[in-house]
C-alpha cells in the first residue's frame, strides 16, 4: 500500500497533513446534537453502553453492574447514532460509539444525529483519535473536557463520498480479519484457563495424593474426599475480626480480577474515601470477602499488613489453616453456589452473606502440612499457567498495535486504498469474556471495559 500522490497542510494538530482532494469540514456539519431524553416511557428504550468494543445493549434481568435509580434522564439514541464522552477524556477506555441498535444512554454523555457522510468513516476517524487521545489541545479545565461548541466547531478531513466507503470497506475486511486471529488466541487462553481450573478444583477438593482412599462426605456440595480430612462449619475454623489500627496501614482494595491489593496498584480504581475511621485491619493470613459477591468467590487472603472498608468481612483463622487454601477452594463453581444460596437479597449483585450464613456452610479442613503442600502446588501451575498466557496475551497486544495503527494510516490518508480489491465478507467482532469481568459498572457518565 502506498501514500497519495499529494497532499496539502492542515490546521489540525493532531493531523499535520491529508490527501490534497480532501476536504476539511466542520463537525457542525455532519453532526447534530440530540437532547431527547426518555423522561417516564423508559420501558420503550432498551439500555445501552458505552464500552471498549462499542455500543452494545445491556442485560437488565442479569443483574451485572450497577444501575442508577431511574432512568428519566437517560438520552434517547437510533441506529446511526453517535455518542461521546466529552469529558475526563484520557481516563476514559472508549469516549466515541457508533450505536446500531435504538435505545437509552446515560444523560452524561453527548448525542449526534449522523447527516453527509459514511457515519461508518466519521466513527473510524474517532476512533483513531480516541486510540491515543489526540484530542488533548481541545481540553478544558481538571476533568479534561471539550466543550460541545469547541468540538461541533473543529474540523474533520472529509474524503469524496465513494471514497469514505472504500475505506470503510477496507478497514472492516481488514479488522474482521485481525479480530479473527484475535479471537483464536483469546479462545486458547480461555481454554487454558478452563484446564488450569479443572487441576485446581481436583487438587483442592481431593489433595494431591491420587492413590488416597475417597469417602463420601455426606455434604452434597463437597461430595468425594480423602479419607483423613475433616468436615467442619467455617464457624470452626474463621471468625470475623473488627481490629483497631494506628491510621498508617496502607489502604487495600478487593477486587475480582486483581485480587486483594493496595488501591496505589489496582488496575480499575473506584472512587475512595479519605476517611477510614471504621475500616477494618487485615493481617497475614486473613480471609477477606466482598459480601455482595461472594456468589463469584470474591474471598481472597494476603501476606501482609492492611485495612479495609467496613463493608467487607475480614476473618480470622481460629485454627492452624492456609488462607490461601481457603481462597481457592472457595472460588470453585460448587463453593459460589453454595454461598450464592446462602445470600440474602433478591437482586444479583445486591445479595449480601451475612457473617451467620458464613459460618453455617459446611467445609473440607485437610491437615495443615497437607494444605500448604496443596497452596505450593497451586503456585506451580498457576506460574506455568501464566507464562503461556503471557506470551500469547503480548501476541494479541501486537494485534491490536496493528489495528490501531492501521485504522490511523487509513482514515487519516497516510496510505490510499481506493484501487485495492475487496472481497465479500462478514465483519467479525472482538469478543471477549465478560463472565466475570466486574468492570461492567455501567455507571452514569462512566465506560467500562469489556
Not at 406 to 433: A, H, M, N, Q
Request: glycine share 6%; with cysteine.
Amino acid at each position: 500500500m502506498k501514500p497519495y500522490p499529494d497532499y496539502s497542510i492542515t490546521p489540525l494538530p493532531w493531523l499535520p497533513n491529508i490527501p490534497a482532494h480532501w476536504e476539511l469540514v466542520r463537525n457542525k456539519n455532519i453532526f447534530e446534537e440530540t437532547k431527547d431524553v426518555v423522561g417516564d416511557d423508559i420501558d420503550a428504550y432498551p439500555l445501552l453502553s458505552l464500552t471498549t468494543k462499542g455500543i452494545i445493549l445491556r442485560d437488565m434481568a442479569s443483574g451485572k453492574g450497577k444501575f442508577p435509580k431511574d432512568f428519566n434522564t437517560y438520552k434517547i439514541v437510533k441506529p446511526g447514532d453517535m455518542a461521546f464522552c466529552l469529558f475526563d477524556i484520557d481516563e476514559t477506555p472508549r469516549t466515541v460509539g457508533l450505536s446500531q441498535y435504538g435505545g437509552m444512554l446515560t444523560g452524561a454523555y453527548t448525542i449526534f444525529h449522523v447527516a453527509n457522510i459514511n457515519p461508518h468513516y466519521a466513527y473510524y476517524y474517532y476512533l483513531s483519535l480516541d486510540n491515543v487521545k489526540a484530542m488533548r489541545p481541545l481540553y478544558s479545565g481538571l476533568r479534561k473536557t471539550i466543550n460541545t461548541g469547541t468540538f461541533l466547531s473543529c474540523k474533520l478531513p472529509l474524503p469524496p463520498r465513494p471514497e469514505q466507503d472504500q475505506i470503510v470497506r477496507f478497514l472492516d475486511w481488514k479488522v474482521a480479519s485481525i479480530n479473527r486471529l484475535i479471537n483464536i488466541k483469546r479462545a486458547e487462553i480461555k481454554r487454558l484457563e478452563e484446564l488450569k481450573l479443572s487441576q485446581l478444583f481436583t487438587i483442592v477438593t481431593q489433595g494431591l495424593n491420587k492413590k488416597v482412599v475417597l469417602i463420601d462426605s455426606g455434604i452434597e456440595h463437597i461430595g468425594l474426599i480423602p479419607s483423613h480430612w475433616k468436615v467442619l462449619l467455617n464457624h470452626r475454623i474463621y471468625k470475623e475480626n473488627c481490629r483497631s489500627f494506628s491510621g498508617d496501614e496502607t489502604v487495600l482494595s478487593l477486587s475480582q480480577k486483581d485480587g486483594l491489593l493496595p488501591y496505589v496498584e489496582m488496575k480499575e480504581r473506584s472512587l475512595h474515601t479519605a476517611f477510614y475511621e471504621n475500616w477494618k485491619l487485615v493481617l497475614p493470613n486473613d480471609l477477606v470477602l466482598n459480601r455482595f459477591k461472594a456468589h463469584l468467590g470474591v474471598f481472597f487472603s494476603l501476606n501482609y499488613r492492611g485495612i479495609v472498608t467496613f463493608h467487607y468481612g475480614v476473618y480470622e483463622p481460629i485454627m492452624k489453616v492456609s488462607s490461601k487454601y481457603y481462597e481457592v477452594l472457595f472460588h470453585t463453581p460448587k463453593y459460589k453456589q453454595v454461598f450464592a444460596g446462602a445470600s440474602n437479597g433478591m437482586t444479583v449483585g445486591l445479595q449480601n452473606l451475612s457473617n451467620t450464613n458464613f459460618y453455617k456452610v459446611y467445609t473440607v479442613y485437610p491437615p495443615y502440612e497437607e494444605q500448604c503442600a496443596i497452596v505450593a502446588e497451586i503456585q506451580k501451575i498457576e506460574n506455568e499457567m501464566q507464562a503461556i498466557i503471557s506470551t500469547i496475551s503480548k501476541e494479541i497486544g501486537i494485534l491490536h498495535e496493528f489495528k490501531t495503527r492501521l485504522i490511523s494510516d487509513v482514515v487519516t490518508g497516510k496510505i490510499d486504498v481506493r484501487g485495492i480489491e475487496i472481497p465479500e465478507c462478514e465483519f467479525v467482532e472482538e469478543t471477549v469474556d465478560t463472565e466475570n469481568d466486574e468492570s461492567m459498572e455501567g455507571m452514569e457518565g462512566e465506560t467500562y471495559e469489556e
